[in-house]
C-alpha cells in the first residue's frame, strides 16, 4: 500500500489549490484521514480530518475557508482550500488509516500510512 499527497504549488494571497491524498494498493477502504502541515521552525499543526462516516473537524484559523472529502470509490481524500492566506504557507502531510490486503498472511489488516509532503507556498 502506497499513500500519496500531491496538489501543492505556489499561489497569490485569495487563491485556491486542491491537495489530493491518494491510495494505491490491495486497498479495501480508507478509513480516517487526517491533513496535517508544518511551517519552517513551527510544530506540526492537524488541519483538518475526516471519518470514515464523513465527519469532518478543522482547526481553527481554516474552518470556513478549507474543505476535506472523501472520494471512496478513488481512495482518495482531498483538501479544498480557498481564501489562502501567507500563514498558510507550509508542508502539507496526510495520514489515513487503511484496511488492505496482506498477500503474505492472506488476511485483512489495518495500519497506519503517511504520504509525503507536498509543500504550499502562499505569496504575492
Known amino acids: 500500500v502506497q499513500l500519496q499527497a500531491s496538489g501543492g504549488g505556489l499561489v497569490e494571497p485569495g487563491g485556491s489549490l486542491r491537495l489530493s491524498c491518494a491510495a494505491s494498493?490491495?486497498?479495501?477502504?480508507?478509513?480516517?484521514v487526517a491533513w496535517y502541515r508544518q511551517a519552517p521552525g513551527e510544530q506540526r499543526e492537524l488541519v483538518a480530518s475526516?471519518?470514515?462516516?464523513?465527519?469532518?473537524k478543522y482547526v481553527d484559523s481554516v474552518k470556513g475557508r478549507f474543505t476535506i472529502s472523501r472520494d471512496d470509490a478513488r481512495n482518495t481524500v482531498n483538501l479544498q482550500m480557498d481564501g489562502l492566506k501567507p500563514e498558510d504557507t507550509a508542508v502539507y502531510s496526510c495520514?489515513?488509516?487503511?484496511?488492505?490486503?496482506?498477500?503474505?498472511?492472506?488476511?485483512?489488516?489495518?495500519?497506519?500510512?503517511w504520504g509525503q509532503g507536498t509543500q504550499v507556498t502562499v505569496s504575492s
Open positions: 475526516i471519518t470514515s462516516g464523513g465527519s469532518t
Open positions: 495520514n489515513a488509516d487503511i484496511r488492505f490486503y496482506d498477500s503474505e498472511t492472506t488476511s485483512f489488516r489495518l495500519s497506519t500510512y
Open positions: 494498493g490491495s486497498v479495501v477502504r480508507i478509513n480516517g
